[in-house]
């Protein structure tokens, strides 16, 4: 018994063949959005690379890079914003890649912005190829391209960077590699504070898998066959999984009537013994908890310390009552009630997704992952314009929308996913030249 999905029929081609479709695709959908970008900017007479690399949350991680820790700005109402809230892995970065070249902090954060959405991209192709199959996995990193807020990943930001180790933390799970899945996770721990989701899904992923192979040891001590395993989810159709994989692996009319065919539940060899399972488990946290600690011991609050530095910024887990609050002030006036009505609109379509990523059978760590990264988003207590943005890392929510895509026609799906570019596009250039992202 595994605790490992099995593919009855191994993919065609190396994976980095097989993620090309959807990385140049990924990559004209960024190129797109950075051109109008830079027209707008230059139409208003600001400049595309400051509000890319040098505002916002850009300039708090660039002072960590290149002033270390220990700055904080104090706000006549009392409240002490501090750069200990944020985490250090992007700011490491944009400090080494500052130091073997004559870029800035500010332009070394943009690259690695750059070079993460693409390793992103790459993740949740071979996450969404796993369950799914390719076609699916294009149009799943197609659709987290165009996203109202995807210009984000074009930012010095830190979600492209932490989507990206979260992704292929995944990938390692479903695929059995579990100390790979570890030190991902633990990277993401670095990275932000949602990192406590990934670490979630690994753990969840690791003690089923544990649970199942107790199951099938008392089952053939007990002189029974074991269920057949069919990993940390249900069975897959062929090379993927679900009733609609080879459909979304190929568009002719054989693969169409493969997608009939009952699942695959052969099992296969775990491809890691036990004790690299542990050791994958034992690492996965050391990252968020290392800073987490080490924040305390820096302001002397203990091991609740970094709580407090979130506090100074009004930020915090109520469990979504500030947010209830903030949709509900909506309606006091019109028009802004037609925001608070498309703000209901927005989280029932979230736990839509969610849920039918549950009906249709997501491996439980995608779930987990999902789940957490929403409940973190949603009913956080501040910062409420920053909600997109923070959800952008759940791309699991894609899937169902990515299946339904990869069913339609190739010209169908290529109008839809042109005109969610153009749309993203002008967008993102309308909100970095107004509001941005806070």
Not at 19 to 44: D, F, I, K, M
Not at 50 to 63: E, F, K, N, V
Not at 137 to 153: D, K, S, T, Y
Not at 330 to 340: C, D, H, N, Y
Request: with cysteine; charged share 10%; aromatic share 10%.
């Amino acid at each position: 018994m595994t605790d490992l999905a099995t593919r009855a029929a191994p993919a065609r081609g190396t994976l980095p063949r097989r993620a090309a479709p959807a990385l140049l695709g990924y990559a004209a959908v960024r190129v797109l959005g950075l051109l109008v970008l830079a027209a707008w900017s230059a139409a208003r007479g600001s400049s595309a690379l400051t509000l890319l690399g040098a505002r916002w949350d850009s300039l708090w991680y660039s002072r960590v890079a290149g002033l270390g820790y220990g700055y904080e700005v104090r706000l006549p109402n009392g409240d002490v914003h501090s750069n200990l809230a944020f985490f250090p892995l992007l700011p490491w970065l944009e400090r080494l890649l500052h130091g073997v070249t004559p870029l800035s902090y500010a332009h070394a954060g943009l690259v690695v912005s750059l070079l993460a959405s693409l390793a992103a991209a790459g993740g949740i192709f071979a996450v969404a190829e796993w369950v799914y199959g390719p076609r699916a996995g294009v149009c799943a990193v197609l659709l987290w391209a165009v996203l109202p807020v995807g210009i984000v990943q074009s930012m010095a930001y830190s979600e492209s960077l932490f989507t990206a180790l979260a992704a292929w933390s995944l990938y390692a799970v479903l695929t059995g590699r579990w100390v790979t899945a570890g030190v991902l996770a633990a990277l993401a721990g670095l990275t932000r504070p949602v990192g406590l989701a990934i670490v979630a899904a690994v753990w969840a992923a690791g003690v089923l898998a544990f649970l199942r192979e107790r199951g099938a040891r008392d089952a053939l001590a007990g002189g029974r066959a074991p269920e057949p395993a069919a990993g940390v989810h249900a069975g897959r159709v062929a090379h993927t999984g679900g009733a609609d994989g080879p459909a979304c692996a190929h568009s002719t009319p054989e693969s169409a009537r493969d997608a009939t065919r009952a699942p695959s539940r052969t099992p296969r060899a775990p491809l890691a013994p036990t004790w690299r399972r542990v050791l994958g488990l034992l690492v996965a946290p050391l990252g968020a908890a290392g800073y987490v600690l080490w924040v305390g011991h820096r302001t002397g609050g203990g091991p609740l310390g970094y709580l407090d530095v979130q506090a100074g910024w009004r930020n915090g887990f109520d469990g979504g009552y500030a947010f209830a609050r903030f949709v509900a002030a909506k309606f006091t006036s019109f028009p802004a009630a037609l925001a608070g009505a498309g703000l209901i609109v927005g989280v029932a379509l979230l736990v839509l997704l969610y849920v039918t990523g549950v009906r249709q059978r997501q491996p439980l760590p995608l779930l987990v992952y999902t789940g957490v990264v929403l409940a973190l988003a949603l009913c956080a207590s501040s910062y409420f314009g920053s909600k997109p943005r923070l959800l952008m890392p759940a791309f699991p929510l894609l899937f169902p929308l990515a299946r339904a895509l990869a069913r339609s026609r190739t010209s169908r799906s290529a109008l839809v996913t042109a005109g969610l570019a153009v749309a993203a596009a002008v967008y993102g250039a309308f909100w970095l030249n107004g509001s941005g992202p806070p």
